[in-house]
Protein backbone atom coordinates (compact mmCIF):
# COMPACT_ATOMS: atom_id res chain seq x y z
CA UNK A 1 0.00 0.00 0.00
CA UNK A 2 2.87 2.33 0.97
CA UNK A 3 4.43 2.35 -2.50
CA UNK A 4 1.24 2.48 -4.58
CA UNK A 5 0.46 5.71 -2.05
CA UNK A 6 3.63 7.04 -3.03
CA UNK A 7 2.61 6.65 -6.97
CA UNK A 8 -0.11 8.48 -6.57
CA UNK A 9 1.39 11.23 -4.76
CA UNK A 10 3.68 11.30 -7.46
CA UNK A 11 1.10 11.43 -9.89
CA UNK A 12 -0.28 14.47 -7.89
CA UNK A 13 2.52 16.53 -7.61
CA UNK A 14 3.43 16.08 -11.60
CA UNK A 15 -0.01 16.98 -12.50
CA UNK A 16 0.32 20.20 -10.27
CA UNK A 17 3.91 21.47 -11.53
CA UNK A 18 2.29 20.81 -15.17
CA UNK A 19 -0.67 22.82 -14.20
CA UNK A 20 1.18 25.01 -12.53
CA UNK A 21 3.78 26.07 -16.03
CA UNK A 22 0.53 26.12 -17.93
CA UNK A 23 -1.06 28.28 -15.62
CA UNK A 24 1.88 30.81 -16.59
CA UNK A 25 0.93 30.34 -19.92
CA UNK A 26 -2.27 31.34 -19.86
CA UNK A 27 -2.81 28.77 -22.52
CA UNK A 28 -4.71 25.20 -22.96
CA UNK A 29 -7.28 25.70 -20.43
CA UNK A 30 -9.07 22.35 -21.18
CA UNK A 31 -5.53 20.67 -20.48
CA UNK A 32 -5.49 22.56 -17.16
CA UNK A 33 -9.01 21.75 -16.08
CA UNK A 34 -7.76 17.79 -16.93
CA UNK A 35 -4.60 18.26 -14.66
CA UNK A 36 -6.18 20.15 -11.73
CA UNK A 37 -8.94 17.30 -11.84
CA UNK A 38 -6.28 14.89 -11.55
CA UNK A 39 -4.04 16.39 -9.10
CA UNK A 40 -7.18 16.26 -7.17
CA UNK A 41 -8.40 12.92 -8.09
CA UNK A 42 -5.57 11.29 -7.73
CA UNK A 43 -5.49 13.47 -3.78
CA UNK A 44 -8.95 11.98 -2.95
CA UNK A 45 -7.80 8.69 -3.91
CA UNK A 46 -4.92 8.78 -1.70
CA UNK A 47 -7.04 9.60 0.95
CA UNK A 48 -9.38 6.87 -0.05
CA UNK A 49 -6.58 4.89 0.97
CA UNK A 50 -5.44 5.94 3.98
CA UNK A 51 -9.40 5.28 5.06
CA UNK A 52 -9.26 1.88 3.96
CA UNK A 53 -5.44 1.79 5.89
CA UNK A 54 -7.74 2.78 8.86
CA UNK A 55 -10.65 0.87 8.86
CA UNK A 56 -8.37 -2.31 8.32
CA UNK A 57 -6.87 -1.32 11.48
CA UNK A 58 -9.69 -1.34 13.51
CA UNK A 59 -10.78 -4.27 12.19
CA UNK A 60 -7.59 -6.59 12.58
CA UNK A 61 -5.89 -4.42 15.33
CA UNK A 62 -8.21 -4.39 18.48
CA UNK A 63 -6.65 -4.40 21.74
CA UNK A 64 -7.18 -7.66 23.96
CA UNK A 65 -7.52 -9.27 27.09
CA UNK A 66 -4.13 -11.01 27.23
CA UNK A 67 -5.53 -12.76 29.75
CA UNK A 68 -9.56 -13.93 28.85
CA UNK A 69 -8.72 -13.24 24.45
CA UNK A 70 -11.85 -10.55 25.30
CA UNK A 71 -11.73 -7.49 23.15
CA UNK A 72 -11.51 -4.14 25.21
CA UNK A 73 -11.76 -1.91 22.25
CA UNK A 74 -10.96 -0.94 18.93
CA UNK A 75 -9.22 1.70 17.06
CA UNK A 76 -11.12 4.10 15.20
CA UNK A 77 -8.61 6.35 14.11
CA UNK A 78 -9.28 9.77 12.20
CA UNK A 79 -7.64 9.78 8.54
CA UNK A 80 -5.33 13.02 9.61
CA UNK A 81 -3.09 11.90 12.59
CA UNK A 82 0.92 12.08 11.99
CA UNK A 83 2.30 12.49 8.47
CA UNK A 84 -1.18 12.37 7.12
CA UNK A 85 -2.32 15.66 7.94
CA UNK A 86 -0.45 17.56 5.04
CA UNK A 87 -2.17 15.34 2.76
CA UNK A 88 -5.69 15.83 4.48
CA UNK A 89 -4.52 19.70 4.05
CA UNK A 90 -3.57 19.37 0.72
CA UNK A 91 -6.65 17.64 -0.77
CA UNK A 92 -8.75 20.60 0.94
CA UNK A 93 -6.55 23.38 -0.60
CA UNK A 94 -6.81 20.69 -3.93
CA UNK A 95 -10.76 21.66 -3.44
CA UNK A 96 -10.05 25.31 -2.87
CA UNK A 97 -7.82 25.64 -6.12
CA UNK A 98 -10.69 23.93 -8.58
CA UNK A 99 -13.49 26.98 -7.51
CA UNK A 100 -10.43 29.60 -8.01
CA UNK A 101 -9.43 27.88 -11.08
CA UNK A 102 -13.46 27.45 -12.46
CA UNK A 103 -14.12 31.28 -10.79
CA UNK A 104 -11.29 33.06 -11.57
CA UNK A 105 -9.90 31.55 -15.27
CA UNK A 106 -8.50 35.01 -16.40
CA UNK A 107 -6.99 35.97 -13.61
CA UNK A 108 -3.73 34.28 -14.60
CA UNK A 109 -1.70 35.69 -11.58
CA UNK A 110 -4.09 34.36 -8.87
CA UNK A 111 -4.50 30.91 -10.57
CA UNK A 112 -0.84 30.40 -10.99
CA UNK A 113 -0.08 31.87 -7.65
CA UNK A 114 -2.62 29.04 -6.03
CA UNK A 115 -1.60 26.19 -8.68
CA UNK A 116 2.22 27.12 -7.45
CA UNK A 117 0.66 27.03 -3.82
CA UNK A 118 -0.84 23.97 -4.44
CA UNK A 119 2.25 21.90 -6.03
CA UNK A 120 4.30 23.37 -2.91
CA UNK A 121 2.70 21.41 -0.66
CA UNK A 122 2.26 18.05 -2.74
CA UNK A 123 6.16 18.62 -3.37
CA UNK A 124 6.81 18.78 0.93
CA UNK A 125 4.14 16.61 1.51
CA UNK A 126 6.25 14.01 -1.15
CA UNK A 127 9.48 14.91 -0.10
CA UNK A 128 9.43 15.31 3.57
CA UNK A 129 6.00 14.51 5.21
CA UNK A 130 4.83 11.71 3.08
CA UNK A 131 1.98 9.83 4.74
CA UNK A 132 2.93 6.96 2.91
CA UNK A 133 6.10 6.23 3.80
CA UNK A 134 6.17 4.81 5.88
CA UNK A 135 2.55 4.66 7.60
CA UNK A 136 1.82 5.68 11.16
CA UNK A 137 4.96 5.43 12.18
CA UNK A 138 4.26 6.47 15.93
CA UNK A 139 1.15 4.33 16.18
CA UNK A 140 3.21 1.37 14.59
CA UNK A 141 5.75 2.10 17.50
CA UNK A 142 3.45 2.38 20.13
CA UNK A 143 1.40 -1.12 19.55
CA UNK A 144 4.52 -3.24 18.13
CA UNK A 145 5.49 -3.91 21.62
CA UNK A 146 2.14 -5.02 23.02
CA UNK A 147 1.36 -6.99 19.79
CA UNK A 148 4.92 -8.66 20.23
CA UNK A 149 4.13 -9.69 23.65
CA UNK A 150 0.60 -10.51 22.95
CA UNK A 151 1.99 -12.92 20.00
CA UNK A 152 5.17 -14.59 22.70
CA UNK A 153 2.27 -16.23 24.45
CA UNK A 154 3.54 -13.50 27.93
CA UNK A 155 0.22 -12.32 29.22
CA UNK A 156 1.85 -10.30 31.91
CA UNK A 157 4.06 -8.08 29.30
CA UNK A 158 1.55 -7.89 27.14
CA UNK A 159 -0.92 -6.58 30.61
CA UNK A 160 1.66 -4.28 31.27
CA UNK A 161 1.68 -2.49 28.05
CA UNK A 162 -1.62 -2.51 27.62
CA UNK A 163 -2.83 0.45 30.25
CA UNK A 164 -0.79 3.38 28.22
CA UNK A 165 -2.56 1.68 25.16
CA UNK A 166 -6.06 1.77 26.06
CA UNK A 167 -5.40 5.74 27.61
CA UNK A 168 -4.43 6.68 24.47
CA UNK A 169 -7.10 4.98 22.37
CA UNK A 170 -9.73 6.72 24.44
CA UNK A 171 -8.40 9.71 24.58
CA UNK A 172 -6.68 10.52 21.57
CA UNK A 173 -7.49 8.24 18.98
CA UNK A 174 -10.60 7.33 19.60
CA UNK A 175 -11.68 10.83 20.92
CA UNK A 176 -14.53 12.79 19.70
CA UNK A 177 -12.76 15.81 19.28
CA UNK A 178 -10.43 14.74 17.17
CA UNK A 179 -13.01 14.22 14.27
CA UNK A 180 -13.97 18.23 15.58
CA UNK A 181 -10.58 20.06 16.05
CA UNK A 182 -8.19 19.07 13.53
CA UNK A 183 -10.31 18.96 10.19
CA UNK A 184 -11.97 22.57 11.12
CA UNK A 185 -8.08 23.41 11.39
CA UNK A 186 -6.97 22.05 8.73
CA UNK A 187 -10.23 23.59 6.63
CA UNK A 188 -8.97 27.17 7.66
CA UNK A 189 -5.23 25.98 6.54
CA UNK A 190 -6.74 25.43 2.91
CA UNK A 191 -8.59 28.44 3.15
CA UNK A 192 -5.91 30.95 4.11
CA UNK A 193 -3.99 29.26 1.21
CA UNK A 194 -6.41 31.38 -1.46
CA UNK A 195 -5.99 34.45 1.21
CA UNK A 196 -2.24 34.29 1.20
CA UNK A 197 -2.57 34.25 -2.55
CA UNK A 198 -5.16 36.91 -3.21
CA UNK A 199 -3.09 39.12 -0.35
CA UNK A 200 0.07 39.28 -2.78
CA UNK A 201 -2.36 39.82 -5.96
CA UNK A 202 -3.35 42.90 -4.12
CA UNK A 203 0.04 44.52 -4.28
CA UNK A 204 -0.15 43.98 -8.03
CA UNK A 205 -1.95 45.95 -10.27
CA UNK A 206 -3.70 43.63 -12.56
CA UNK A 207 -5.51 41.44 -10.01
CA UNK A 208 -5.83 43.40 -6.93
CA UNK A 209 -9.34 43.96 -6.96
CA UNK A 210 -10.13 40.37 -7.59
CA UNK A 211 -7.27 39.68 -5.32
CA UNK A 212 -9.16 41.12 -2.31
CA UNK A 213 -12.08 39.69 -2.97
CA UNK A 214 -10.61 35.54 -2.97
CA UNK A 215 -8.29 36.75 -0.18
CA UNK A 216 -11.24 37.96 2.20
CA UNK A 217 -14.09 35.52 0.86
CA UNK A 218 -12.22 32.22 1.52
CA UNK A 219 -10.26 34.50 4.51
CA UNK A 220 -13.75 34.73 6.54
CA UNK A 221 -14.41 31.14 5.72
CA UNK A 222 -11.51 29.71 7.26
CA UNK A 223 -11.05 32.42 9.82
CA UNK A 224 -14.57 30.86 11.45
CA UNK A 225 -13.33 27.59 10.76
CA UNK A 226 -9.76 28.42 12.71
CA UNK A 227 -12.12 29.52 15.39
CA UNK A 228 -14.53 26.94 15.97
CA UNK A 229 -11.75 24.24 15.82
CA UNK A 230 -9.29 26.39 18.19
CA UNK A 231 -12.34 26.64 20.70
CA UNK A 232 -13.72 23.08 20.04
CA UNK A 233 -9.50 21.98 21.54
CA UNK A 234 -10.33 23.99 24.91
CA UNK A 235 -12.59 20.74 26.46
CA UNK A 236 -10.22 18.12 24.53
CA UNK A 237 -7.29 19.85 26.00
CA UNK A 238 -9.28 20.21 29.89
CA UNK A 239 -10.20 16.35 29.63
CA UNK A 240 -7.14 14.87 27.86
CA UNK A 241 -4.50 16.96 29.70
CA UNK A 242 -6.09 17.32 33.01
CA UNK A 243 -3.59 18.33 35.86
CA UNK A 244 -0.86 18.96 33.30
CA UNK A 245 0.61 22.66 32.57
CA UNK A 246 -0.73 23.03 28.66
CA UNK A 247 -2.14 26.37 28.65
CA UNK A 248 1.15 27.81 27.50
CA UNK A 249 2.27 25.32 25.31
CA UNK A 250 4.41 26.46 22.37
CA UNK A 251 1.63 25.29 19.68
CA UNK A 252 -0.94 27.00 21.78
CA UNK A 253 0.67 30.19 21.97
CA UNK A 254 1.47 29.80 18.17
CA UNK A 255 -1.88 29.28 17.77
CA UNK A 256 -2.87 32.19 19.95
CA UNK A 257 -0.84 34.19 17.53
CA UNK A 258 -2.72 32.92 14.40
CA UNK A 259 -5.52 34.05 15.56
CA UNK A 260 -4.54 37.47 16.37
CA UNK A 261 -2.98 38.08 13.15
CA UNK A 262 -6.16 36.95 11.04
CA UNK A 263 -8.26 38.92 13.35
CA UNK A 264 -6.15 42.04 12.32
CA UNK A 265 -6.15 41.30 8.41
CA UNK A 266 -10.03 40.72 8.93
CA UNK A 267 -10.46 44.25 10.67
CA UNK A 268 -7.32 46.06 8.78
CA UNK A 269 -9.97 45.42 6.02
CA UNK A 270 -12.48 47.38 7.04
CA UNK A 271 -10.47 50.21 6.19
CA UNK A 272 -9.06 49.12 3.51
CA UNK A 273 -9.74 52.25 1.31
CA UNK A 274 -7.98 54.68 3.82
CA UNK A 275 -3.74 55.75 2.70
CA UNK A 276 -1.99 52.71 3.35
CA UNK A 277 -5.00 50.90 4.76
CA UNK A 278 -4.86 48.41 1.30
CA UNK A 279 -0.88 47.61 1.67
CA UNK A 280 -1.31 47.02 4.84
CA UNK A 281 -4.19 44.83 4.87
CA UNK A 282 -2.19 42.79 2.02
CA UNK A 283 0.52 42.03 4.45
CA UNK A 284 -1.55 41.35 7.17
CA UNK A 285 -2.72 38.68 4.78
CA UNK A 286 0.89 37.62 3.64
CA UNK A 287 2.84 37.73 7.12
CA UNK A 288 -0.40 35.85 9.17
CA UNK A 289 -0.18 32.87 6.62
CA UNK A 290 3.50 32.74 7.31
CA UNK A 291 2.38 32.48 11.23
CA UNK A 292 0.47 29.89 10.05
CA UNK A 293 3.71 28.18 8.52
CA UNK A 294 5.00 28.73 11.97
CA UNK A 295 2.45 27.10 13.90
CA UNK A 296 2.04 24.21 11.75
CA UNK A 297 6.07 23.58 11.85
CA UNK A 298 5.74 24.44 16.18
CA UNK A 299 4.47 20.57 16.48
CA UNK A 300 8.20 19.69 14.65
CA UNK A 301 10.81 22.04 16.47
CA UNK A 302 9.67 22.71 19.83
CA UNK A 303 8.72 20.54 22.28
CA UNK A 304 5.72 20.40 24.21
CA UNK A 305 2.64 18.46 24.99
CA UNK A 306 1.38 19.22 21.42
CA UNK A 307 4.87 18.27 19.86
CA UNK A 308 6.66 15.56 18.44
CA UNK A 309 9.88 16.57 19.73
CA UNK A 310 10.96 15.41 23.02
CA UNK B 1 -19.97 58.05 20.63
CA UNK B 2 -17.99 57.36 17.52
CA UNK B 3 -14.63 58.49 19.57
CA UNK B 4 -15.44 56.25 22.37
CA UNK B 5 -16.06 53.60 19.68
CA UNK B 6 -12.88 54.16 18.18
CA UNK B 7 -11.31 54.18 21.78
CA UNK B 8 -12.59 50.67 22.19
CA UNK B 9 -11.15 49.18 19.26
CA UNK B 10 -8.15 50.63 19.93
CA UNK B 11 -7.73 49.61 23.21
CA UNK B 12 -9.05 46.04 22.49
CA UNK B 13 -6.75 45.53 19.44
CA UNK B 14 -3.35 46.87 21.97
CA UNK B 15 -4.69 44.02 24.20
CA UNK B 16 -4.94 41.37 21.45
CA UNK B 17 -1.60 42.30 20.16
CA UNK B 18 0.40 42.65 23.36
CA UNK B 19 -1.38 39.03 24.22
CA UNK B 20 0.14 38.09 20.49
CA UNK B 21 3.49 39.66 21.46
CA UNK B 22 3.32 37.99 24.91
CA UNK B 23 2.62 34.40 23.13
CA UNK B 24 5.15 34.59 20.38
CA UNK B 25 7.71 35.47 23.50
CA UNK B 26 6.83 32.43 25.36
CA UNK B 27 7.21 30.24 22.18
CA UNK B 28 10.63 31.74 21.18
CA UNK B 29 11.63 30.98 25.47
CA UNK B 30 10.62 27.51 25.49
CA UNK B 31 12.69 26.63 22.06
CA UNK B 32 15.51 28.34 24.02
CA UNK B 33 15.65 26.64 27.36
CA UNK B 34 13.73 23.62 25.45
CA UNK B 35 16.92 21.44 26.19
CA UNK B 36 16.69 20.73 29.78
CA UNK B 37 17.97 17.19 31.07
CA UNK B 38 14.81 15.04 31.32
CA UNK B 39 12.22 16.96 28.69
CA UNK B 40 11.20 20.60 29.20
CA UNK B 41 7.17 20.00 29.28
CA UNK B 42 6.52 18.30 32.96
CA UNK B 43 9.96 20.21 34.16
CA UNK B 44 10.20 22.31 37.72
CA UNK B 45 11.16 24.97 34.62
CA UNK B 46 8.03 24.89 32.68
CA UNK B 47 6.43 25.50 35.66
CA UNK B 48 8.49 28.06 36.46
CA UNK B 49 7.66 29.53 32.64
CA UNK B 50 3.84 28.91 32.98
CA UNK B 51 3.63 30.97 36.31
CA UNK B 52 5.31 34.04 34.64
CA UNK B 53 3.28 33.69 31.61
CA UNK B 54 0.16 33.50 33.97
CA UNK B 55 1.22 36.73 35.89
CA UNK B 56 2.36 38.69 32.71
CA UNK B 57 -0.89 37.65 31.15
CA UNK B 58 -3.27 38.00 33.72
CA UNK B 59 -3.12 42.30 33.50
CA UNK B 60 -3.90 41.72 29.72
CA UNK B 61 -6.89 39.30 30.23
CA UNK B 62 -8.36 41.78 32.67
CA UNK B 63 -7.93 44.40 30.58
CA UNK B 64 -9.90 42.46 27.89
CA UNK B 65 -12.98 41.83 30.04
CA UNK B 66 -12.86 45.46 30.96
CA UNK B 67 -13.26 46.51 27.45
CA UNK B 68 -15.83 44.01 26.84
CA UNK B 69 -17.75 45.29 29.65
CA UNK B 70 -17.09 48.94 28.52
CA UNK B 71 -18.16 48.23 25.03
CA UNK B 72 -21.66 45.99 25.71
CA UNK B 73 -23.61 49.07 27.58
CA UNK B 74 -22.50 51.06 24.72
CA UNK B 75 -25.25 49.94 22.44
CA UNK B 76 -28.49 50.10 25.21
CA UNK B 77 -26.97 53.24 27.23
CA UNK B 78 -26.99 57.11 25.71
CA UNK B 79 -23.66 59.10 26.00
CA UNK B 80 -24.61 61.00 29.46
CA UNK B 81 -25.32 58.06 31.67
CA UNK B 82 -22.86 55.66 30.08
CA UNK B 83 -19.40 56.08 32.28
CA UNK B 84 -21.78 56.25 35.47
CA UNK B 85 -22.78 52.73 34.83
CA UNK B 86 -20.06 51.40 33.66
CA UNK B 87 -18.29 52.83 37.08
CA UNK B 88 -21.38 51.67 38.75
CA UNK B 89 -20.72 48.29 37.67
CA UNK B 90 -17.30 48.14 38.35
CA UNK B 91 -17.66 49.37 41.94
CA UNK B 92 -20.03 47.05 42.40
CA UNK B 93 -18.14 44.44 41.34
CA UNK B 94 -15.07 45.88 43.48
CA UNK B 95 -16.97 46.07 46.47
CA UNK B 96 -18.58 42.37 46.24
CA UNK B 97 -14.59 41.64 45.51
CA UNK B 98 -13.72 42.84 48.58
CA UNK B 99 -16.39 42.05 51.17
CA UNK B 100 -17.06 38.47 50.43
CA UNK B 101 -15.06 36.96 47.48
CA UNK B 102 -13.13 38.02 44.38
CA UNK B 103 -14.78 34.99 41.68
CA UNK B 104 -18.33 36.37 43.07
CA UNK B 105 -17.04 40.22 42.27
CA UNK B 106 -15.58 39.19 38.73
CA UNK B 107 -19.44 37.00 38.70
CA UNK B 108 -21.32 40.11 39.17
CA UNK B 109 -19.51 42.20 36.23
CA UNK B 110 -19.62 39.14 33.99
CA UNK B 111 -23.64 38.49 34.86
CA UNK B 112 -24.76 41.79 34.51
CA UNK B 113 -22.46 42.02 31.01
CA UNK B 114 -24.27 38.98 30.00
CA UNK B 115 -27.47 40.37 31.02
CA UNK B 116 -27.58 43.83 29.25
CA UNK B 117 -25.98 41.51 26.20
CA UNK B 118 -29.24 39.21 26.02
CA UNK B 119 -30.93 42.41 25.97
CA UNK B 120 -29.29 43.90 23.41
CA UNK B 121 -29.97 40.86 21.49
CA UNK B 122 -33.61 40.83 22.28
CA UNK B 123 -34.35 44.51 21.41
CA UNK B 124 -31.79 43.26 17.93
CA UNK B 125 -34.62 40.97 17.12
CA UNK B 126 -37.70 43.00 17.62
CA UNK B 127 -36.67 46.41 15.77
CA UNK B 128 -35.65 48.30 18.68
CA UNK B 129 -34.51 51.74 17.29
CA UNK B 130 -32.79 52.84 20.43
CA UNK B 131 -30.15 50.63 20.20
CA UNK B 132 -26.26 52.07 19.19
CA UNK B 133 -24.47 50.09 16.57
CA UNK B 134 -21.59 50.84 14.54
CA UNK B 135 -22.27 48.51 11.66
CA UNK B 136 -25.86 48.41 10.00
CA UNK B 137 -27.81 45.99 8.74
CA UNK B 138 -30.13 43.24 10.95
CA UNK B 139 -28.10 40.28 10.22
CA UNK B 140 -24.56 42.39 11.00
CA UNK B 141 -26.25 43.76 14.33
CA UNK B 142 -27.30 40.61 15.34
CA UNK B 143 -24.35 38.87 14.79
CA UNK B 144 -22.44 41.56 16.98
CA UNK B 145 -24.75 41.02 19.12
CA UNK B 146 -24.58 37.15 19.20
CA UNK B 147 -20.35 37.39 19.22
CA UNK B 148 -20.31 39.60 22.09
CA UNK B 149 -22.37 37.53 23.76
CA UNK B 150 -20.18 34.14 23.00
CA UNK B 151 -17.28 36.12 23.54
CA UNK B 152 -18.46 37.32 27.49
CA UNK B 153 -19.63 33.69 28.43
CA UNK B 154 -16.29 31.95 26.73
CA UNK B 155 -14.39 34.62 29.09
CA UNK B 156 -16.38 33.26 32.28
CA UNK B 157 -16.31 30.35 31.15
CA UNK B 158 -12.59 30.52 31.57
CA UNK B 159 -12.90 31.87 34.72
CA UNK B 160 -15.04 29.43 36.56
CA UNK B 161 -13.20 26.74 35.45
CA UNK B 162 -10.82 27.51 37.94
CA UNK B 163 -13.38 26.90 40.59
CA UNK B 164 -15.72 24.12 39.64
CA UNK B 165 -16.99 22.37 36.54
CA UNK B 166 -20.04 21.95 37.03
CA UNK B 167 -21.20 24.43 34.56
CA UNK B 168 -18.64 24.36 32.32
CA UNK B 169 -20.26 22.37 29.69
CA UNK B 170 -23.46 24.45 29.49
CA UNK B 171 -21.45 27.68 29.37
CA UNK B 172 -18.89 26.68 27.20
CA UNK B 173 -21.17 25.05 24.27
CA UNK B 174 -23.52 28.05 24.38
CA UNK B 175 -20.68 30.78 24.09
CA UNK B 176 -19.11 28.24 21.23
CA UNK B 177 -23.18 28.62 19.35
CA UNK B 178 -22.83 32.20 19.97
CA UNK B 179 -19.28 32.88 18.94
CA UNK B 180 -20.15 31.14 15.79
CA UNK B 181 -23.47 32.08 14.49
CA UNK B 182 -22.44 35.04 15.06
CA UNK B 183 -19.20 35.18 13.29
CA UNK B 184 -21.33 33.27 10.35
CA UNK B 185 -23.94 36.41 10.50
CA UNK B 186 -21.64 38.74 10.56
CA UNK B 187 -19.43 37.76 7.76
CA UNK B 188 -21.97 36.73 5.65
CA UNK B 189 -24.42 39.15 6.21
CA UNK B 190 -24.24 40.46 2.41
CA UNK B 191 -25.28 36.81 1.34
CA UNK B 192 -28.23 36.65 4.32
CA UNK B 193 -29.27 39.52 3.58
CA UNK B 194 -29.73 39.00 -0.85
CA UNK B 195 -31.50 35.51 0.37
CA UNK B 196 -33.50 37.19 2.95
CA UNK B 197 -35.26 39.45 0.33
CA UNK B 198 -35.32 36.90 -2.53
CA UNK B 199 -37.28 34.66 0.49
CA UNK B 200 -39.55 37.07 1.08
CA UNK B 201 -40.45 38.05 -2.91
CA UNK B 202 -40.91 34.41 -3.37
CA UNK B 203 -43.32 34.06 -0.31
CA UNK B 204 -44.91 37.71 -0.84
CA UNK B 205 -45.73 37.65 -4.81
CA UNK B 206 -46.66 41.41 -6.43
CA UNK B 207 -50.38 41.69 -5.67
CA UNK B 208 -50.12 45.13 -7.68
CA UNK B 209 -49.53 44.54 -11.91
CA UNK B 210 -45.70 45.03 -12.73
CA UNK B 211 -44.88 48.64 -14.15
CA UNK B 212 -44.12 48.37 -17.53
CA UNK B 213 -40.57 48.33 -18.32
CA UNK B 214 -38.73 51.44 -20.30
CA UNK B 215 -36.64 50.49 -23.03
Not at chain 2, 93 to 117: E, K, N
Request: glycine fraction near 8%.
Amino acid sequence: MGTIGTLILIVATASGVALAILSATGKAETLRTYLLVGASGSLLLAFGFIIYFHLQINTLLPLVNPFDGQIIGTYKIPPWIEEEKLLFWSLGFSLVAIAINLRHSTQRMIITGVNVLLVALLAIMLFASNPFHPLLPNFHAEIIGYQQALMSGDPNAAFGTLQGLIGKMMGFYNSTYMWTHPPLLFASYAAFGATLIGSIAMLGRSERSVGDAVAYDYGRFGFIALTLGLLLGYPWALLAWEGQSWWWDPKINMAIMMWVFYAAYLHARLYKHRPTMWTATAILGISSFGVLVLTYLTTYLIPGIHSVVG
Amino acid sequence: MKKYDIGLIVVTVVVLAALGVLALGGTLYVWWASDVPGGFPGSLEYEEYAAVMNRSSLPLFIALVLSLVLCIPKRIIRRAHLVWVTLGIFLVSAAVSIIADPLLGASVMFLTAIAIQAAVIVMTLVGSKSLNFQTEGFFSQLGSGLLHLGTVLFLYDVLLLSTSSISHSLIFWSATFLITSGMILSFYQKELSRLFVFTREVQEPQTEDPKPERD
